[in-house]
């Protein structure tokens, strides 16, 4: 039995428009290393400053909410850390 021919397919290739509307908009995030490091910062000054004053600062009426609001600066640090690129 004869053995039939073997047909190769052309390679795709993608048209040139497609590659042209795709160009890629950088945008300059200089600001986001600073932003972060400075936050992490605050919320680990904010907590060690409330366990070195023993509870009185840094505001005395938020009792131990104060550790709250100190992890709240390092979880915004950590959420600006997301726009690092």
Not at 15 to 32: C, D, F, G, H, M
Not at 45 to 53: D, G, K, L, M, P
């Amino acid at each position: 039995m004869p053995k039939s021919r073997i047909r190769k397919k052309a390679d795709y290739t993608p048209p040139p428009s497609s590659k042209q509307s795709t160009a890629i908009k950088l945008t300059n995030r200089s600001w986001v290393a600073p932003v972060m490091l400075a936050l992490f910062l605050i919320g680990l000054a904010w907590i060690v400053i409330f366990y070195v004053t023993d509870t009185r600062l840094p505001i005395e009426a938020l009792g131990n909410w104060n550790i709250v609001v100190g992890f709240g600066f390092i979880a915004a640090g950590f959420g600006v850390s997301t726009q690092w690129k």
